[in-house]
């Protein structure tokens, strides 16, 4: 998706190990998002940022810590995996707080902890 | 608590018939309503969204959705399917209190036949 890259594309990494997934912007976004997708559960939030050095919990951050030093990268890292957290990771930004322009996702990680 | 809900995991419909993907909401206060599609490995796509006015919108692709506030909700809808509108079809509401949080749905599967 333009403007938006997340990286790996695909990873597998074994129990305990600690995982960090990428999300870089070309947009010049402030707001940035990372969203973890299971069935059934549709998309829920990790962690959010609304600029640099600031960064906030979703509903499913246990587990999770993000950082973000810069504007155009949105860092996702799992202290230590558990098969629990195997899931596709998204990233997504926006012009404005509340997506009023709707967000704009990367392509997705998929990670398996095996 | 904001929460939508999405009561069919999966919608068929012929190729040029109408199209309706449901999608009912809990809020506190007025709703702020969107609608994205997700094709196979990609990321979520911005469809419409719905904040005040008029309670039929019309987003991309030609697709339109219904506000509907004594029944809560706020279906998708196409006048003609396309095959190519086969996807995942997930609708979200936005945090009354932290517009930086929205709440998924599950996602509705649209299989169209040609």
């Known amino acids: 998706d333009a403007g938006i890259t997340q990286s790996p594309r695909h990873k597998v990494t074994e129990t305990g190990t600690p995982v960090t997934l990428r999300c870089h912007q070309t947009?010049?976004?402030?707001?940035m998002y990372w969203y973890r997708q299971d069935p059934g559960h549709g998309l829920r939030l990790i962690h959010y940022?609304?600029?640099?050095?600031?960064?906030d919990k979703g509903e499913v951050s246990d587990g999770y810590s993000v950082s973000r030093s810069k504007t155009e990268d949105f860092l996702l890292t799992l202290e230590s995996a558990t098969s629990s957290q195997t899931s596709v990771y998204f990233c997504?930004?926006?012009?404005?707080?509340?997506?009023?322009?709707?967000?704009?996702f990367g392509s997705g990680t998929r990670l398996t902890v095996v | 608590a904001q929460s939508v809900a999405q009561p069919e995991d999966q919608v068929n419909v012929a190729e040029g018939n109408p199209l309706t993907v449901k999608c009912t909401y809990s809020?506190?206060?007025?709703?702020?309503l969107f609608w994205y599609v997700q094709y196979p490995n990609r990321g979520l796509q911005f469809l419409l969204k719905?904040?005040?006015?008029?309670?039929l919108v019309k987003g991309s692709y030609g697709f339109e959705a219904e506000f509907n506030k004594s029944q809560t909700s706020f279906h998708l809808k196409k006048p003609s399917a396309l095959v190519s509108d086969s996807a995942l079809y997930f609708c979200?509401?936005?945090?009354?209190?932290?517009?930086?949080?929205?709440?998924f749905g599950s996602g509705t599967k649209l299989n169209v036949k040609p």
């Open positions: 997504a930004i926006s012009e404005s707080a509340g997506g009023k322009y709707g967000y704009t």
């Open positions: 947009e010049n976004h402030r707001y």
């Open positions: 940022s609304y600029g640099v050095k600031d960064t």
């Open positions: 809020v506190s206060g007025n709703p702020y």
């Open positions: 719905y904040i005040t006015g008029d309670n």
């Open positions: 979200a509401v936005r945090d009354h209190y932290n517009f930086n949080k929205f709440y």
